[in-house]
């Protein structure tokens, strides 16, 4: 053990995560200790009740509710910031910054929407801002980024990194459920928030690829520049329709850099069953990066849960440590983002896309109606790659058409459903699902 005063830990938040790491400092001190070169204490954790139960069984440290204890105290060393939503986290880690505090965060909304920011001021104030946490949980992603992938210029990223409608899809294409059945299973077994929205409308995985692109593009990406589309539209039959057709459904965060562009881009897909990212099922991320040099790396494993998330934040406190105890002087910010920027790189715009679909229409069951609608695709420089009839109800005289395009230009695809919306012949355009290539 090492003979060295100990590095001061403070927590902002002692929840499900807080807790992971509270428990796991605690647990093995003297593993850690030898790994960080000194003995890591856990002076305090701010709470907004401290009268809460909380799982915590050993707790031989004091709740706090006056946030400068953690920020201010001069026995803090690395403040811990596992409080999540914007503010006042991101007020509290500036305030720690400034206080000359090392910051360790899991907050993807606070690093999508101020990242290079605050690690602009974490530089100016000789500290680090690590965030390893903050995408793909326990999957050590953000690391790789900033450090061993940078010889490569990277080409894309595919990734699942939302582990709640991960786990959702899986249960709707396993048991045939529809969404709002598997959302409510979802929601009692405490795989989704009872408040769903960032994660079933696409915020939170875009806020991830938001902090995923920026360091692997060496650009400002934030939460805003990402279009992100949900999973509230799918219907059990999208996903027995996709399977017919040799495909899985998933929710994917993408950013791919082509001829100086960049694209970002949240939404669903029909991804070809036999890809890797395909067979990712459950509450578990995968992140598939491409660089020029080292082709496509994938990064598998728990995207949440307290002790995956700890292990990444241990990670990023340990390695703050070592700094310190190694008395480096500027310790390296660890970031891409506050690096040079790569120059002349154009955010391009959703509707630039090119992507084959997939179209899911309720239609009146009479002869001509895919006639009609295939002059419509056919003015808009859309072809048809395949068609299927499902589902006819003689009773409403309707049927169910599902088509799949060859590769189209999304505004032009916008424009032929909105005239397709209006067609007499239409009665409503159920779905419009991008079809990702291998
Ligand atoms: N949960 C995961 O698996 C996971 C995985 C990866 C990343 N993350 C990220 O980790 C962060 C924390 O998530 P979590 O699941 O641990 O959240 P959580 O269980 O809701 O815990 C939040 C904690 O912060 C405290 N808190 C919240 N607002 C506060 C305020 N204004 N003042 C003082 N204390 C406040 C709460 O105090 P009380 O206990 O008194 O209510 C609680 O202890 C988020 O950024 C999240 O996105 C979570």
């Keep these: 053990m090492s003979t060295q005063r100990a590095i001061g830990i403070g927590l902002l938040g002692l929840g499900v995560v807080g807790s992971g790491v509270a428990e796991s400092l605690l647990s093995k001190p003297d593993a850690l200790a030898l790994r960080a070169g000194a003995p890591l204490a856990l002076r305090r954790a701010l709470v907004r009740d401290p009268k809460k139960a909380r799982a915590l069984t050993t707790r031989p440290f004091p709740l706090v509710t006056d946030p400068a204890q953690v920020l201010e105290s001069p026995d803090v060393d690395i403040v811990v910031e596992v409080l999540g939503g914007e503010e006042p986290a991101c007020g509290y880690i500036e305030r720690a910054l400034r206080a000359g505090k090392h910051v360790v965060t899991a907050n993807k909304e606070v690093m999508a929407k101020h990242g290079p920011r605050l690690l602009a001021l974490a530089n100016e104030h000789n500290v680090q801002l690590r965030f390893e946490a903050s995408v793909g949980g326990g999957i050590p992603v953000i690391g790789p980024l900033q450090r061993d992938l940078l010889g490569n210029?990277?080409?894309?990223?595919?990734?699942?990194?939302?582990?709640?409608?991960?786990?959702?899809?899986?249960?709707?294409?396993?048991?045939?459920?529809?969404?709002?059945?598997?959302?409510?299973?979802?929601?009692?077994?405490?795989?989704?928030?009872?408040?769903?929205?960032?994660?079933?409308?696409?915020?939170?995985?875009?806020?991830?690829?938001?902090?995923?692109?920026?360091?692997?593009?060496?650009?400002?990406?934030?939460?805003?520049?990402?279009?992100?589309?949900?999973?509230?539209?799918?219907?059990?039959?999208?996903?027995?329709?996709?399977?017919?057709?040799?495909?899985?459904?998933?929710?994917?965060?993408?950013?791919?850099?082509?001829?100086?562009?960049?694209?970002?881009?949240?939404?669903?897909?029909?991804?070809?069953?036999?890809?890797?990212?395909?067979?990712?099922?459950?509450?578990?991320?995968?992140?598939?990066?491409?660089?020029?040099?080292?082709?496509?790396?994938?990064?598998?494993?728990?995207?949440?849960?307290?002790?995956?998330?700890?292990?990444?934040?241990?990670?990023?406190v340990v390695n703050i440590a070592r700094a310190i105890c190694g008395g480096e002087q500027k310790p390296m910010t660890a970031s891409a983002a506050d690096g040079p920027e790569e120059q002349g790189l154009r955010l391009r715009s959703m509707a630039e896309l090119s992507t084959q679909f997939y179209l899911r229409l309720n239609v009146v069951d009479r002869p001509g109606v895919l006639a009609l609608i295939a002059t419509v695709l056919g003015e808009h420089g859309i072809s048809i790659a395949a068609v299927v009839q499902k589902d006819a109800d003689p009773a409403a005289g309707s049927a169910e058409l599902v088509i799949t395009t060859h590769p189209a230009q999304e505004a032009r695809m916008q424009k032929a459903l909105a005239v397709i919306g209006r067609s007499s012949v239409v009665r409503e355009v159920n779905n419009l699902i991008r079809v990702e290539a291998v």
């Design 153 to 316: 210029d990277i080409v894309s990223i595919r990734a699942i990194i939302n582990g709640t409608t991960n786990y959702i899809l899986t249960e709707m294409a396993q048991k045939g459920m529809d969404f709002a059945v598997a959302l409510g299973q979802a929601q009692q077994l405490g795989y989704a928030e009872p408040d769903p929205t960032n994660d079933v409308q696409g915020i939170d995985a875009a806020y991830k690829l938001a902090v995923l692109a920026t360091l692997a593009f060496h650009t400002r990406v934030t939460a805003s520049d990402v279009p992100h589309e949900g999973i509230t539209r799918l219907r059990a039959k999208d996903f027995r329709y996709a399977r017919e057709l040799g495909y899985a459904i998933k929710l994917l965060a993408i950013a791919t850099k082509e001829q100086g562009n960049l694209t970002v881009r949240v939404h669903p897909v029909l991804l070809p069953m036999e890809t890797l990212l395909a067979k990712v099922d459950g509450a578990f991320n995968a992140i598939e990066i491409k660089g020029d040099l080292t082709g496509t790396v994938t990064f598998h494993g728990l995207g949440a849960g307290a002790r995956p998330t700890a292990s990444a934040i241990l990670g990023d």
